[in-house]
C-alpha cells in the first residue's frame, strides 16, 4: 500500500515538472533565458520542499517528525538562495578566492550543521533511558 507521503510527493513532483516544462516552453520561446535559471530554482524548491513545507504546515510528521521538516526547509531555502546568488550575483574574488568557492563552502558548512542537528535531535529522540 502506498503511504500518504508517497502519494503527496507523486502529485508535488509531477505538478513541479508540468509548471518546470511549461515555464521553459514559455521564456525560452520568449529570450528570457535568464528567468529560466530562477524557474529551475523554483522547480528544484517545490520538488524537494514541496512535500515537506505541506506536511509541516499541517503539522503532520508521519516518518518524519515536523521539527526536522521546518529544519529542512530553513536549510534548503538557504541552498537555494545561495544558488541564486551564485547564478545571479557578481563575478569576482574574496580575499583572492573566486566568489563561487565562498558560496560553495558555505553551502557545506550549513550541509554540515544540519546534519550534525539532525543526528544530534535523532539521538535524544532515541537514546535509552
Known amino acids: ?59 503532520e510528521g508521519g516518518s518524519v517528525p515536523v521539527d526536522s521538516r521546518w529544519r529542512f526547509l530553513v536549510v534548503l531555502a538557504a541552498l537555494l538562495v545561495l544558488g541564486a546568488i551564485g547564478a545571479f550575483g557578481p563575478d569576482g574574488r574574496v580575499a583572492g578566492i573566486r566568489f563561487d568557492a565562498v558560496l560553495a563552502w558555505i553551502g557545506v558548512v550549513i550541509l554540515l550543521g544540519y546534519w550534525v542537528l539532525e543526528a544530534r535531535d535523532g539521538y535524544l529522540a532515541n537514546r535509552p533511558s
Open 1 to 59: 500500500m502506498v503511504s500518504r507521503e508517497t502519494r503527496l510527493q507523486l502529485v508535488v513532483g509531477t505538478v513541479a515538472t508540468l509548471l518546470l516544462f511549461v515555464a521553459a516552453t514559455l521564456l525560452e520561446t520568449s529570450g528570457f533565458s535568464t528567468l529560466l535559471g530562477a524557474v529551475v530554482l523554483v522547480y528544484y524548491g517545490l520538488l524537494f520542499g514541496g512535500t515537506h513545507l505541506y506536511l509541516a504546515w499541517r503539522g
